[in-house]
């Protein structure tokens, strides 16, 4: 490879020195055209010609121009040999004029230095950009060979869609070949893209399909709403054919659109709603230049919140997480996405308050996300000590400690279960939520709220369980046929977190937009669809019944409480004059996290119904756990 390369160097530098002495020499026969003042100003020709094998050589070494590979020439190269060109030319138009100054040679004309730029400029570039023509009539001829190749229709005639077919251009050995666009925008139809027309819109996909021959489609539009990836997920699969699509633009932000992150399509997508605009001002004021904490960052929702924290900047980045496992899968992650960002993995769990104090003592974090909390609904009910524990004294500890080392922004991640809970899961994280806001109050610091649904795909939620079962051939559980959550896909979720934290003066409750409520039957039926079989014909679907504390569907607010639009239509905020504040908050607490040191279970129910407004853990009857929670 080694002398490849050395080969195909020298070959470009023999062209360039040819092109550079044609070059000249053309730009005075050009001038004068070979009658006899063309032997007049021969000597100045002499002279420019070996200034500019000196020169042009040299600046083009400098600018690379013999280390780039040529048969993959773009813009880019197109730009860079414009620069290269153009620098060489200005140097020796300098020497040339300082030496006509100096009479060193007695005729010279300055036109000759604008012609031998464009002489120059376009045989240079011509040259390279041979190795480029060859390079795609090599690929052209290759494709026709190859019998295997799919056609492939592209949805998304914008940005996305147009790298896609690039990309499908430059790489054959995917065996993909772009036959044709389908966007909705009128003003695109019948234009191409990278020699691929626009054939339709997206209520033609059908009749593309069949009559274009298609045998696999790419959905590149990362802003795609649910609706339309549904839509050609339906058309494909009556058509028996594969279909693939880009990650959502809550998934993309900050990475890149490439043929690497075409995927098949999952019930995220499915579920999916078009993005609302990005406020990156909000996100960077808040976490640009800080040092930044997350707690349970093993989990999915802090794992994410990691992610996307890196994009923006932070001076570091600390990890922490009870379960080490969960740490070091998310530290490998984040140190591949942001090499050069500080991260620090701490392992830790937030019921200790000492150890928490001497993490903060060390990093003195600036901005910290909480995520850290019991989540199973069923496992709580039958771990009652254990969900007060960890998510009211945990929470507690980590807001004494933002408070003691003067941590300026505190975000808490709290679940739409907290509203009128029914369990003790929700119960607690209702509780967490007033140790933080009341701390707000207290402070005057932008501590805050954030509240929000189910999200797909997390650890222990609904989507693994039913692919699990789907897998085993069914049957498919489900509680009750109008069981009904919200749902948002973990990016989002995270994004509009980000968001909210930017939005935070002081013991804000924001709720996240999570759309309307999915029937968890339609879920199962998708997702049984995806797998490519069919509900209640090739795997069965179980009613099981609903367990103790359940609820047919969730609130995210109260009803009769006021809430108010805020910077970003997603995001909602509303303030609850009903939560405890100051002592007798203090008090509750402590006598909480009394009952459940001591065990006693009951009064720890009779007290939460007591504490939160529209409670009733109390009326919910003992739970035997028989199955996992599908809420």
């Not at 389908?182 to 691929?196: A, V």
């Not at 800080?290 to 890196?310: D, H, P």
């Not at 570091?316 to 996405?337: D, P, R, V, W």
């Not at 929470?395 to 003067?406: F, L, S």
Request: with cysteine.
């Amino acid at each position: 490879m080694k002398n490849k390369v050395t080969f195909r160097n020298a070959f470009l530098l023999i062209l360039d020195l040819i092109v550079i002495i044609a070059s000249v020499v053309g730009a005075f026969a050009l001038r004068f055209e070979l009658v006899d003042q063309f032997y007049l100003y021969l000597p100045s020709a002499y002279w420019m010609v070996g200034i500019a094998i000196v020169v042009k050589l040299g600046v083009f070494y400098f600018f690379g121009l013999y280390r780039r590979m040529w048969s993959y020439a773009s813009v880019q190269e197109l730009k860079l040999v414009f620069f290269a060109v153009t620098t060489g030319s200005a140097f020796v138009s300098l020497i040339m004029i300082i030496l006509a100054a100096a009479k060193v040679f007695p005729y010279f004309s300055r036109g000759i230095l604008i012609i031998d730029w464009m002489l120059t400029m376009l045989m240079i570039g011509g040259v390279r950009f041979v190795f480029r023509v060859l390079a795609d009539s090599k690929n052209s001829l290759s494709d026709l060979k190859k019998k295997a190749n799919k056609r492939t229709l592209i949805i998304g005639a914008g940005d996305a869609g147009a790298m896609v077919v690039k990309e499908l251009q430059k790489n054959p050995e995917l065996n993909l070949v772009p036959v044709g666009f389908l966007d909705d925008n009128k003003s695109k139809m019948s234009q191409q893209i990278h020699g691929i027309p626009v054939v339709g819109t997206l209520s033609d996909i059908g009749r593309v399909i069949d009559n274009k021959k298609i045998n696999e489609v790419i959905i590149a539009i990362p802003s795609a709403g649910g609706k339309v990836i549904r839509l050609v997920a339906d058309v494909c699969r009556l058509k028996g054919i594969p279909f693939r699509t880009m990650p959502g633009i809550y998934e993309l932000i900050g990475g890149t659109v490439s043929v690497s992150r075409l995927r098949e399509v999952d019930i995220t997508d499915l579920l999916r709603r078009p993005p609302s605009y990005v406020k990156s001002e909000l996100v960077g004021s808040v976490i640009s230049g800080k040092v930044v904490m997350v707690t349970g960052a093993g989990g999915s929702i802090g794992r994410e919140l990691c992610r996307q924290i890196g994009r923006w900047g932070p001076t570091g980045l600390i990890l922490l997480g009870h379960g080490e496992n969960s740490i070091f899968e998310a530290l490998l992650e984040i140190q591949e996405s942001f090499p050069s960002l500080p991260i620090f993995p701490v392992i830790a769990d937030i019921r200790d308050y000492p150890r928490i104090e001497e993490i903060f003592k060390k990093y003195n974090p600036e901005v910290v996300f909480h995520a850290a909390a019991h989540k199973h609904v069923p496992l709580m009910e039958l771990n009652i000590n254990e969900a007060i524990n960890n998510n009211v004294m945990g929470t507690r500890n980590i807001v004494e400690a933002c408070e003691k080392y003067n941590v300026n922004r505190l975000v808490m991640i709290s679940t739409d279960k907290a509203i009128r809970p029914v369990n003790v899961m929700g119960a607690s994280k209702r509780i967490a939520e007033m140790v933080v806001l009341d701390a707000a109050h207290r402070t005057g610091r932008a501590f805050c709220v954030v509240r929000f649904g189910n999200v797909l795909g997390s650890r222990g939620s609904v989507v693994p369980l039913f692919k699990r079962q789907i897998a085993k051939g069914g049957p498919v559980t489900i509680t009750h046929p109008d069981m009904k959550r919200y749902f948002m896909t973990i990016p989002e979720a995270v994004y509009l977190v980000l968001q909210a934290a930017g939005m935070s003066k002081s013991g804000e409750t924001f709720v996240l937009n999570m759309g309307q409520q999915v029937r968890i039957l339609d879920l199962a039926e998708d997702l049984i669809r995806l797998s490519g079989l069919e509900p209640g014909k090739d795997v069965e679907i179980v009613y099981t019944g609903i367990r103790p504390g359940e609820k047919l569907s969730e609130d995210l607010w109260e009803e009769g409480n006021q809430f108010a639009p805020t910077q970003h239509p997603d995001i909602f905020q509303f303030d609850d004059p009903s939560n405890l504040r100051d002592e007798e908050l203090q008090q509750k607490v402590t006598e909480l996290l009394n009952l459940a040191a001591e065990g006693r279970n009951s009064e720890i129910i009779a007290l939460v119904d007591q504490v939160i407004p529209g409670s009733a853990v109390a009326s919910t009857p003992p739970l035997e756990l028989t199955s996992i929670d599908q809420s």
